[in-house]
């Protein structure tokens, strides 16, 4: 008898996907001659670990004593060896073959579900550009991740608490995690050159052909508004990447003073996630209200749109808003069709990266091991790894599965990935025999199926 069989679909799933054997290409100048684990295979493994659940480098006990289904699994002081020797172009190495093992998994979404890259939503309907195509949605977020002991680059946060400050940009299409950046706790939430790095490192993980000439949105919150951030995306234009922007935007006296001097009429309503009228709240554009200097450095186009709507119990209001009995937020986009309403719930769909986020602090987000910076580093890469692996295998081999295809980390180990399961020898084949009686086995052996008839590259 074994446990945590499931867990094979993820170790597998990563050698179809060619990540494995991309991530050995790139590190196989640091195999010596003695050398017994692959460095890219024991990423992966790390990797399938923290997609399993675990949360420090001693928890790869969990595959390494099971060889039976794992393989040759290498020790957890192995592990720490390898993220400890990860040096910052290793790591450049790594999001390189992740890249290229991204367009094979989106080939084969494609060729096993007839959508290489599922639409977004926007109050429960597709998002499609004029000509019909999936927008590619990218939601980019800071958060915090409280450190219990002292850690190198662990400082106190802008929360008052004490750890880290991560950047991270995650495809709201497919729910994968794109690209992340791990920042001392007391890193700034507007620093326009983190921000601009992080959304570069994103774009670079999407294949060429969704990359280039391809609609793209990118979201962020209030933090995304400085205008060296929103010039660079401007800027990518130039570049052939067809990208607009919704960001949240500052609320002050220059907004105050816009939406004072507008008649009640300018007001319209907003919408719900249903898209029906949203009882008590409401839309409008600012942009023609501002000064003719108040946005001259900012991209041309640029469209400030603010919502009001009653406010919650508890929650904060400045001296204008406790006057009028109103809560207004503002964001900026340069989509220049679409009605305000509708830009707005587009917008306010970003709020879908806080469950990402969420569960990626379940997948191995929530929790640098090490006292070691650099070990932190390769660990957050691993864990984006974990991430698309739990993707891939929910949007790829899972997708008419409704409550496993949007099933968060803890109930899909639950589920799939915990099974126990008996290991049989016959037919000099090693066999995994699922208890019929599991609510889910079928779920899984289809799974397993599927993955063994997804194609793989020639080459």
């Not at 002050?252 to 319209?268: D, F, K, M, V």
């Not at 679409?338 to 709020?351: M, T, V």
Request: overall charge neutral.
């Amino acid at each position: 008898m074994v446990s945590h069989a499931g867990s094979r679909l993820l170790a597998d799933l990563a050698d179809t996907t060619t990540l494995t054997a991309q991530l050995s290409a790139v590190l196989a100048d640091r195999m010596a001659p003695q050398t017994v684990h692959d460095p890219g295979r024991v990423l992966a493994d790390i990797a399938v670990m923290i997609a399993d659940g675990g949360q420090c480098l001693s928890d790869i006990a969990t595959l390494v004593d099971q060889p039976g289904v794992f393989g040759p699994v290498a020790s957890d002081t192995t592990c720490r060896r390898v993220l400890e020797s990860m040096t910052d172009a290793d790591l450049c190495a790594v999001a390189q073959a992740r890249a290229a093992a991204r367009e094979v998994a989106w080939a084969q979404r494609g060729e096993q579900t007839g959508a290489v890259l599922p639409a977004s939503l926007v109050c429960g309907r597709p998002l499609l550009s004029r000509d019909g195509r999936a927008v590619l949605v990218i939601d980019e977020d800071a958060t915090l991740v409280i450190a219990h002991s002292e850690k190198e680059q662990a400082r106190p946060t802008f929360k008052h608490t004490f750890g880290f400050h991560p950047v991270l940009a995650f495809c709201d299409n497919t729910n994968e995690a794109l690209t992340g950046m791990l920042r001392a706790g007391n890193a700034g939430s507007n620093t326009a050159a983190d921000h601009i790095e992080v959304i570069d490192a994103a774009l670079a993980q999407v294949p060429a052909e969704y990359r280039h000439g391809y609609p793209i949105l990118l979201r962020f919150d209030g933090a995304g508004a400085s205008k060296a951030l929103l010039a660079h995306l401007r800027g990518l234009r130039e570049d052939g990447v067809d990208a607009e922007f919704s960001v949240g935007w500052a609320l002050g006296a220059r907004e105050h003073a816009a939406i004072a001097a507008l008649p009640e009429s300018a007001w319209t309503a907003a919408i719900d996630v249903d898209g029906d009228p949203r009882e008590g709240a409401g839309v409008v554009e600012l942009t023609g209200m501002f000064p003719a200097a108040a946005l001259a450095d900012y991209p041309a186009g640029l469209r400030v749109i603010a919502r009001r709507e009653r406010p919650h119990p508890g929650a904060q209001l400045d001296l204008i808003e406790e006057r009028d009995g109103w809560r207004y937020t503002c964001f900026a986009t340069d989509t220049q069709h679409g009605q305000h309403a509708w830009l707005d719930a587009r917008h306010r769909s970003h709020a879908r990266v806080e469950d990402r986020i969420r569960c990626g602090k379940d997948t191995g987000l929530g929790r640098f091991p090490s006292k070691v910076f650099a070990i932190n580093k390769a660990w957050l890469a691993c864990a984006l790894v974990a991430i698309d692996l739990i993707a891939w295998a929910q949007t790829t081999l899972l997708h008419d599965q409704p409550a496993l295809a949007k099933a968060e980390p803890k109930t899909l180990r639950y589920r799939l990935l915990h099974v126990a399961a008996r290991l049989v020898r016959g037919g000099r084949r090693l066999r995994l025999k699922i208890d019929k009686t599991w609510r889910w086995a079928h779920e899984l052996a289809t799974a397993f199926a599927r993955l063994r008839a997804l194609p793989t590259p020639l080459t």
